[in-house]
């Protein structure tokens, strides 16, 4: 793991699932951000996001025993939620991409747990709904972070969903289904936050 991630499962915070799936998300990317060479695989160009799209459902299935043909579907599903997140917002952007890499874990842990498309679907709205502004400030080691934090959002969205609750058309950026939610973060990353990429770049030359 990571130097400073492996503190998650020795401080006080437990070793169950939605701890584990959060602290060695995070560690892979503190790894890598430190200078780890090994290989990664990556999503919408980013090997932050493919780490934070893979290890949680990857725990999770583990915690569930599930087959491997299962786990490699629950993956096809976060990956390709976490492409049509980021679709709208462009490569280049001031929104964290690891939010979408959370929500779209989150996809595919619900997905695992044999969720129906409405709790995905709500799941999704839930975690966008909570970390959208999370900004994207350079590649290293506190976006390890930034991942720990989306992860849990989108956890802690598949509990709300599954409760039957979430968040409602007209509170903030969500609208009433998940398609115009994802258009808005879409226009809040691509168009949003493109005075906030200038000031980004400018205080990290200075």
Not at 39 to 59: A, H, K, R
Not at 86 to 108: E, Q, R, T
Request: glycine fraction near 12%; hydrophobic fraction near 45%.
């Amino acid at each position: 793991m990571g130097r400073q991630y492996r503190c998650h499962l020795d401080a006080g915070l437990g070793e169950d699932v939605k701890t584990r799936a959060k602290a060695r998300a995070s560690a892979g990317s503190d790894a890598r951000m430190s200078g780890c060479e090994l290989p990664v695989m990556i999503v919408t160009g980013s090997g932050n996001q493919g780490i934070t799209v893979s290890i949680p459902v990857i725990e999770y299935a583990k915690e569930l025993d599930v087959s491997h043909e299962k786990l490699l579907r629950a993956l096809v599903v976060s990956n390709l939620v976490a492409v049509h997140l980021k679709s709208g917002i462009g490569w280049l952007s001031a929104y964290c991409g690891v939010v979408s890499a959370g929500a779209a874990a989150a996809a595919g842990i619900a997905w695992l747990h044999e969720a129906d498309h409405e709790v995905i679907n709500q799941t999704l709205i839930n975690s966008l709904g909570s970390v959208s502004g999370i900004i994207c400030d350079g590649a290293k080691p506190a976006c390890a972070s930034k991942i720990a934090a989306s992860v849990e959002a989108g956890i802690l969205g598949f509990h709300m969903a599954k409760q039957g609750r979430h968040f409602k058309d007209g509170e903030g950026i969500v609208k009433g289904d998940i398609e115009s939610t994802i258009a808005n973060v879409a226009k809040l990353g691509r168009d949003g936050m493109r005075e906030t990429d200038k000031v980004i770049i400018d205080m990290m030359l200075d």
